[in-house]
T-cell receptor, first 110, second 116 residues
């Protein structure tokens, strides 16, 4: 069965302290791996889609990478406004059911 | 693009009552999803529509849950005989897939259900 595991569950960083979030996945034929940001009381907001191992995407202070077993979301010199829950999701072949991980709650302190 | 709209934002009900939620997707989007999210968890898939056809439904969804998308526009999610375990945020998402390389979901802000 398709599965997504995210680590760590929670992460506290000082402003400017770079780090990485991990998303390990098991799927039967990956169609896409997705990163979303979710603020409290709101729905997830799309960040990136990755389709094949070796692919990288960047947006401002965020960079997502993909291997055959995991994805990383690298956060460079984070700011307090980057504080949110970051969700990883996978979509496998033959289904339209996106499987989400439990997320990483990021807190960036000024 | 006015975004995905969900109504109501909050719903408090007593156990055993029926509730119905509405989702208005982004107008040209042909795919619509319902997810459920509890505190500290990721969204859990409930069901998926392509236009008006319900193509996939979670095995976890009991017979008390039903969803419709008449005319392929807005969608409703009904929960009959609510239980305390139904308390959660119900999220709707839509997407427009013209090519396989464009499958990102746009989520609404959700309906927070509390069953007393």
């Amino acid at each position: 069965e398709d599965q997504v595991t995210q680590s760590p569950e929670a992460l506290r960083l000082q402003e400017g302290e770079s780090s990485s979030l991990n998303c390990s996945y098991t799927v039967s034929g990956l169609r896409g791996l997705f990163w979303y940001r979710q603020d409290p009381g709101k729905g997830p907001e799309f960040l990136f889609t990755l389709y094949s191992a070796g692919e990288e995407k960047e947006k401002e202070r965020l960079k997502a990478t993909l291997t055959k077993k995991e994805s990383f979301l690298h956060i460079t010199a984070p700011k307090p406004e980057d504080s949110a829950t970051y969700l990883c999701a996978v979509l496998s072949s033959g289904t339209y059911k996106y499987i989400f991980g439990t997320g990483t709650r990021l807190k960036v302190l000024a | 693009d006015t975004g995905v709209s969900q109504d109501p934002r909050h719903k408090i009900t007593k156990r055993g009552q029926n509730v119905t939620f509405r989702c208005d997707p982004i107008s040209e989007h042909n795919r619509l999803y319902w997810y459920r999210q509890t505190l500290g968890q990721g969204p859990e898939f409930l069901t998926y529509f392509q236009n008006e056809a319900q193509l996939e439904k979670s095995r976890l969804l009991s017979d008390r849950f039903s969803a419709e998308r008449p005319k392929g526009s807005f969608s409703t999610l009904e929960i009959q005989r609510t239980e305390q375990g139904d308390s959660a945020m119900y999220l709707c998402a839509s997407s427009l897939v013209e090519r396989s390389a464009n499958e990102k979901l746009f989520f609404g802000s959700g309906t927070q259900l509390s069953v007393l």
